[in-house]
């Protein structure tokens, strides 16, 4: 007898985001290619699921001489979307936060984040705008934890230049050679930013 069971919900989203995935990939091909990178960065730091580093990428590598201006755009509407989700964290965490956390099963993430958050918060979104931790947790958790505004926004000015303007430098300088680096590196690199990230914290309670 024939399976009939419909997909899961979490088999569900997986297909939708993947179909989406490619979707916006498919627009390094189009003219609005850097209109829908800045509306992807700014989304994805508060609430959208799909990061914007394989967009910059496949658009740095159709035109190396712009890979830094496209990584400029890409982190600052990153960080302007990250003050939305600030926001979201100050005055709306209850309603918009609470359904954030609920897509992305993040509940046990802002636990552990607003535990500590005011104690280690720039090294926190430091780690988050770097890492492949989710960064939109962290906006929304350094808002409802009233993190200072101009800390905040420092640390999401490193991270996220760090991330992606390091990008930007290697396809300008390496082209083609650098997909295939990033491809098999990337996790091992941001790995490693993030242990150092959490050594960070390590110090810092250690030396309060």
Sequence with gaps: MADTQKPST???REGYLKRLYHRILAEADTRRGPAVLAVVAFVESSFFPIPPDPLLIALGLGNPRRAIPLAILTTVASVAGGILGYVIGVWAFDTVGVA?????DAHDTYATVAESFIEIGFLAVLAAALTPIPYKVFTIAAGAAG???VIFISASLVGRGARFIGEGI???IFGDQVKEFIDRWFGWLTLAALILGILGFVAIKYLA
Excluded at 100 to 104: E, H, S
């Design 147 to 149: 993190m200072p505004l």
């Design 170 to 172: 290697l396809i300008r």
């Design 100 to 104: 954030i956390l609920d897509f992305f």
């Design 10 to 12: 979490p088999q569900k």
